[in-house]
């Protein structure tokens, strides 16, 4: 065999072995979208992927964090005008936490209370702070929410009724980079519909 041959040998199997590599990549990409959820840049807001326990698990208490998720309402936003996001304090959390502390119970008890037997629904939405990649602050951001809904089912609130979001680190209450407005941003707040 030459060295011309050889080469040639060579340029082909390399150029067979990425064509192979790209195809497979354009399969997987296609196969992830196709989902009418709603999406943040990419990441599922709530939605079936979280309600089955797919993605956005992590550490301490797995990925599946209770009752399936009701199907997202049509026309419901936490930022739309037809939701009171000042009616209740929100839940805080501690660092790269998204368990709800015993002094932030009497909170979701009072979320609780004032729902059962109501037809509101709420929304909570999951806020981390600015520590942590987009993708990583959304799902723990995710995680806080769903940790509030399951408690909040938990005290006798339908499950029907709830839908949860998150913002990961956008819509800081304190943009300061310091201990204090990180731990004020580290929440989840609740939206009751109007």
């Given at each position: 065999m030459t060295l011309r041959t050889l080469t040639h040998t060579v340029l082909l199997a390399a150029l067979a072995?990425?064509?192979?590599?790209?195809?497979?990549?354009k399969k997987k990409k296609k196969s992830?979208?196709?989902?009418?959820?709603?999406?943040?840049?990419?990441?599922p807001l709530g939605?079936?992927?979280m309600a089955s326990g797919g993605g956005g698990g992590g550490g301490g208490g797995g990925?599946?964090?209770?009752?399936p998720l009701p199907d997202r309402s049509e026309g419901s936003s936490f930022t739309?005008?037809?939701?009171?996001?000042?009616?209740?304090?929100?839940?805080?959390?501690?660092?790269d936490s998204y368990t709800v502390g015993g002094a932030e119970q009497s909170k979701v008890g009072a979320v609780a209370a004032a729902l059962k037997g109501s037809?509101?629904?709420l929304i909570i939405a999951g806020f981390t702070d600015e520590r942590g990649t987009a993708e990583y602050n959304r799902g723990l951001g995710e995680r806080r929410a769903q940790a509030v809904r399951q408690s909040l089912i938990e005290k006798g609130v339908s499950a029907g009724q709830i839908q949860t979001v998150s913002f990961g680190s956008e819509m800081a209450v304190d943009s300061a980079s310091n201990d204090n407005a990180w731990a004020k941003n580290r929440r989840a707040e609740f939206g009751v519909g109007k």
């Open positions: 072995l990425s064509s192979t590599s790209c195809a497979a990549f992830s979208s196709g989902s009418d959820s709603d999406f943040v840049q990419g990441t939605g079936s992927d990925g599946n964090l209770g009752s739309s005008s037809g939701v009171d996001r000042h009616r209740f304090a929100p839940v805080h959390f501690g660092y037809s509101s629904s």
